[in-house]
Each structure stands twice: as C-alpha cells, then as structure tokens.
C-alpha cells in the first residue's frame, strides 16, 4: 500500500489536499519535496489563522469584562439601591425608574432570556450544518463591512496557496482545482473555483474564468493570475499573492483594531457610565448635595 493510499483511509485528519501532494509527490518521484511542501503550508496557516484569533481575544476580553459589570450592576448593585430608595418615599428620576424596571426584568426573567438565547444558538449551529445554512452564513459574512474584505484576503490567500503547491507537486492544473475547491473553506468559493475546474478542462485560463467573479477574486488576483499564465510561472506567481494578501490581512486587521478598540472602550464606557449616573443621582439628592 503507498503511503498516500494509507493516508486516505484517515479523511478527519489528512484531508484531500495532503493525499494529493503525497501522490502527486509518489508519482513524480519527489517525495521528500512534497512533504516539504506541506510543511510549510502548514506553518504558513497556522501563523494565518493565529493572526486572525489573536486579534479577536482583546476586543473579545473587553465585552465579556463589561458584560460582567452589567450583569453585577443589574442583578446585585440596583436591587440594593432600589431597597433604599424604596425607604425613602421620594421620586426617582425617570432614567433610574428606567435602570430599576430594566433589572427587574433581567432578575425576573434572565433565566427565560439564557434559555431562548440557548436555544438560537443551537438552532443557528444546526442550521450552519447544513448545506443550504452553511452556504447562507459564508455569503453572509463576505458581505460583513470591514470583516467581509479580510475574510475575502484570507480565502485568496488560501486558494492561491493551496493551487501554487499542488502545480508545483505535479498535478494538472484542472485536478488541483479540484482538490483545492474542497479545502478552500467557503461555499461561496468552492462554487467558483468548481466551475473554473469545469471551464478549465475545456481549455479556457484561469484568470479569464476568475475575472467573471469581480466580487470574489479582486482584479489584481485575475491579473497576476493572466501574468502567470503568460509566462509560464503561475504557481510562482501565485506564492507573490499569497505574500501579498497576507501582509493585507495583517495591515487590516491592524487598521480594524484600531477602529474598533477605542470605539468599544467608548461605547461600553459609555452604558457603564450612563448606569451608574442612574444609580448615584437619586444618591446625591437624598444627600442634599
């Protein structure tokens, strides 16, 4: 048994792509060269895909800290307040009614609002499971402002990676389409790269099927793609994409997060800060300040 068949018996973990570099590397007499290829590949996405979740824990950190701020001040910090208040006999403030009503709702019914949350969040998974779902949620998030451009980098970035090392391993530019379609990672993506397989195995470029999808394949990418072609070195030219769209996925989401950071500080600052003006207000009035 070769070693690319062994592979496949083990799809969860060796996807296509791997098993075709294998073979292709088995075929050519290349092996060594090959696995090589997948090694840096695989570093290459490993240090993609950290980028991307390393940029999202620090906007993340500061919403789940001020959601359990809120979730004190609602639950613990009002409920006190309105006991005292309650003594007093004095009118409140319409914004502090406002803030008591709200904790009152959240106490009397957080746990109906957990389990409907709850309950969205499985329907929405079950429904991203399936096909006609999965393909609604990456269209989705391509259209997504800001989010929808890096999203669109990263799966060039990918394509372009994917097909340069599996030319280079030796396969026919028609089945490395293929196996590069179904480890791309969007449905969207998938679709297109399929029928450039399919016009491609009728004898037209690349970078004239791609240049029919404006919305996915920017026109540098078509246009590096036709240069590639022209010249013979497509899979080389493709590894400068990839360089390409990740030194702009870097610069993105730098750019993004220094949008976004201050602007959440802001605007959780913000309700932080509009709360607790409802609670101190009644405070200083009965204060005589």
Known sequence: TSLSGALSHYPKVFSSFYIAMVKSGE????LSEALSYLADHLEREYHLISRVKGAMIYPALI???????????MFFV????????????????????????LSDFFKNWGWAI???????????????RTKQGKRFFDEFFLELPLVGQVLKMIYLSRFAENLSTLISGG??????LETTGDIVGN??????????????????????????????????FTQMALVGERTGTLDKTLMDLV?????????SINNILSLLEPLLIVFLGAIVAGLMAAVLMPLYRMAGL
């Open 27 to 30: 075929t050519s007499g290349k």
């Open 63 to 73: 919403v789940v800290v001020a959601i359990a701020v809120l979730a004190m001040m």
């Open 78 to 101: 009002i409920p006190q307040l309105t006991k005292v208040l309650a003594e007093t006999g004095e009118g409140l403030p319409a914004v502090t009614r406002m803030v008591i009503a």
């Open 114 to 128: 957990i389990i409907v949350l709850i309950g969205l969040a499985v329907a929405l998974v079950g429904y991203y």
């Open 171 to 176: 396969l026919p530019i028609a089945q490395a």
């Open 187 to 220: 449905t969207v993506y998938k679709e297109i790269i399929f029928q450039t397989r399919d016009e491609v195995r009728k004898g037209e470029p690349i970078s004239a099927i791609l240049s029919r999808y404006p919305g996915a394949f920017s026109p540098i």
């Open 243 to 251: 360089e390409f769209y990740q030194q702009e996925v870097d610069r």
